[in-house]
Structures are given as C-alpha cells and as structure tokens.
C-alpha cells in the first residue's frame, strides 16, 4: 500500500510539472517575443527582473512589456532590446504562435 501511494504521489507531481511548464511557459526557443505576450502566460516574473536589470532598466511593467525578448532552451528568456513606449509589436506566425519586434528605437 505504501509504495503504491508513493508511486502515484511521484506521478502526480510529475505530472504537474510538466503542465507547468507547458502553460505557465510556452516560448519557442530561438523566436522573439514582446515582453506583454509572455507576461500574458505568466510563469516570466524572475526572468524578467534578472533580465531587465542586468541590462541596467527597471521591472516596472511598462520595462516588461515593450522589451523583446528571445526564448532560449528550456523556455527560458533572453533580454534583447527595449524598444520604448508601445513600440514592441507582435506579428503572427501561425494561428498559435506570436513573434515580437520593435518598430522603432526607444
């Protein structure tokens, strides 16, 4: 009886991470985002900060949203540019994928 507990407690949480992973983080390692996209998702707040701040700008959310970011193994997130006020724009890969770019200088 133990075991089988055991067992299906290992499963479960298993089971969980992965779902979390999957919702709270669903870039695409290589493609550029707008920082408001994935902030959408949620599970970014920490890359965010130590992003945002190694790269000498603030966490506030406007910091956030007009960034692009790049996502890189694991679903993690690489600062690319601050693009400015309502300047990150998405474009549409595919009918679930969205890309992020700047449309002009900060």
């Known amino acids: 009886m133990k075991l089988i507990f055991s067992t299906i407690s290992l499963l479960a949480l298993a089971s969980l991470s992965t779902a979390a992973k999957v919702n709270g983080k669903p870039c695409t390692p290589g493609e550029e985002y707008c920082g408001y996209d994935l902030w959408r998702t949620g599970g970014y707040g920490a890359y965010f900060n130590a992003e945002l701040r190694a790269n000498g700008l603030g966490a506030k959310?406007?910091?956030?949203?007009?960034?692009?970011?790049?996502?890189?193994?694991?679903?993690?997130?690489?600062?690319?540019?601050h693009c400015g006020n309502h300047k990150c724009k998405p474009w549409k890969k595919s009918e679930y994928e969205l890309g992020g770019h700047c449309t002009g200088s900060s």
């Open 61 to 81: 959310d406007d910091d956030v949203h007009w960034t692009v970011f790049e996502c890189v193994e694991d679903s993690d997130i690489k600062f690319i540019t």
